[in-house]
């Protein structure tokens, strides 16, 4: 499967911003889905995941409440509502895929073989 991560782009502290996650060329509905994000200087961390059927997902503490994670398997996307920025969020935002046969949520990068190419998040004062 091919992962294409948009919606990145330059806000301000308070606003909001909706980032996707398209994918193509594999069986949608037989990916979880996770969304980790590496900030300037930093590692890559968890943000978020949705199982294979959206009935489960997860949250990183920093994001719980603020951010929201659904999937739409008929558009082979998936959507990442985050409310509330913050300076801390501004990160490259990257969405990836792992095959799973439940509706178990991976909350580890290295659980995750396939990738996209990161869409760049800026959260200004």
């Known amino acids: 499967v091919q992962l294409q991560a948009s919606g990145g782009g330059l806000v301000q502290a308070g606003d909001s911003l909706r980032v996707s996650c398209a994918a193509s060329?594999?069986?949608?509905?037989?990916?979880?889905i996770g969304w980790f994000r590496q900030g300037p200087g930093k590692e890559r961390e968890f943000v978020s995941a949705?199982?294979?059927?959206?009935?489960?997902?997860y949250y990183a503490d920093s994001v719980k409440g603020r951010f929201t994670v659904s999937r739409d398997n008929a558009k082979s996307s998936v959507h990442l509502q985050m409310n509330s920025l913050q300076l801390e969020d501004t990160a490259v935002y990257y969405c990836?895929?792992?095959?799973?046969?439940?509706?178990?949520?991976?909350?580890?990068?290295?659980?995750?073989?396939?990738w996209g190419q990161g869409t760049l998040v800026t959260v200004s004062s």
């Open positions: 990836a895929a792992r095959v799973r046969w439940d509706d178990y949520v991976p909350t580890v990068g290295t659980a995750y073989a396939h």
């Open positions: 060329g594999g069986t949608f509905n037989l990916y979880a």
């Open positions: 949705i199982s294979r059927t959206g009935g489960g997902s």
